[in-house]
Structures are given as C-alpha cells and as structure tokens.
C-alpha cells in the first residue's frame, strides 16, 4: 500500500500573527506541490487566521495540543470542538509536552481517541531522551509509548506517528538515517503487534529532529520514514518549502 508522505511544520511557541501571515505568504505554492500532505502547526493563537488563509487548498492545519473533554471548567485548555473548528489535524505528545507539562502515555491514550472521536487526524509523538538513547533503552521506550497510547482499540483512522528523539529535537545533531530507519521500523513492529498488520503498514511515521532542506532526502529514503515532522526549519518558508519538495520527490 502507497504511503502519501506528510510534510508537517510545527512551529511551536513562535511568531505573531503577523509574522504567521508572512510565513503564510512566503509558502505560497506549498499547496499545489504534488504526491505529498502538508501539515502546518502554529500556536492557538494563529490558527484561525492561519486556517483562513489557507481555506479551500489541500493544506492540513494542526493544533499543537489538545484536551480531552468537548467542554467544561478546564481554564486555560482548548477542546477538541473548539480545536475541530480552526484545525483539521492534531499534534500530540510532543517531548516538550511530556518533558515540561507533565503528559504521559495514559493521558495521551485519551487524546488519541478524543482525536478521533472529533474528527482530528493525530500525530502522536514518541522518541527517547538521550540517556535512554545512552543506555540502549530506545526501543523498549518506543515499545511503550506506542503501545500504551493506542491500547487494544482499533487503530485511529488516519494515525500518523512521529519518532522525535529528545536528542536530536532544536540542537542541529540529527539522528543517522539508520538510527531513524531503525526507530521508525520498530514503531510499525509494535503498530502491528499492537492494533495488526494492516493498520501498521498504513500508519504513516514521521522522523522529527534537526531536519533541514540538506537532510531530508537521506531520511526519506528509508523504506519505513513516511514524511518528516520539523521544528526550526519551518519558520523559514524557503527551508520549509524545500523540505517539502524534497518529500514530494521522494515518492
Ligand atoms: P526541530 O524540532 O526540527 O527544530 O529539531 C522538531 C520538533 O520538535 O518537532
């Protein structure tokens, strides 16, 4: 089955509203490169007008996180109702919301299916620190991850899966292609062995660190990399549009 790679840009906390809509401006044409789902992912702040602009192109919008609940006295949190009506996709579990907010696997296991519930295409985030890198513990750390946010429910239509080692996430030292090659298989491994083969080989997984236009080709040519998730690139169109180019290509 042909996986249709995904081109996702998070763009964290960064940017004003006006400097979103330049960035906006400046990927013009984004929309109309073939064989490839772009997927743009700013703050809460800019989605709606990031939504609007791209309104009516085949350009995903993504929240950056999400709460379970359709509503209720939960200040400060975004619903999936609410997030449903500026986004169409959802980011979940970045490291940087494990690692500063606390999100675990249990609380991810009810974001995926609030996602779904909702009608948001997740991208779950997985990926080990560097001392669980340093001890060998990658895999069984992905094993965990994977399995304990998907849990023994079918497969949410649409999962994308994003391998972001800590390590490798803002600090220019990408991981190789074959530690991605390697990361990105064992993930597909647990898919299969947590929701079944079918669902595994249609889940599309994303490698996610320190990936520039001058990387993105050796990732993408890796059987089991379906796409890239990227940070600090994404803020410049021109990186970003070039990474783009780069995944549409490799199909
Ligand atoms: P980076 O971030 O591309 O800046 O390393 C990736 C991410 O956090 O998704």
Redesign the pocket.
Known sequence: MARIPIAAG?W?MNGTNAEARALCRGLAGIDAIAGVDVVLSPSFTQLLLVWDFWCGTDVHIAGQNMHTQPSGAFTGEVSPVQLAEVADWVVLG???RRQFFCEDDQALALKLRAAEAYGLTPIL?VGESEAEQENNRTKAVLTRQVSLALGDAPAPAGLVI?Y?PVW????GKAASPDEAESACGHIRSVVAETVGSEAAEGVRILY????NPGNIAEFMAQPDVDGA??????LQADAFLAITQAIAAST
């Open positions: 998070n964290k970045h490291s940087e985030c994003a972001e490798a996430i803002g600090t996610g660190g320190s990936v998730l990227v940070g600090g690139a994404s």
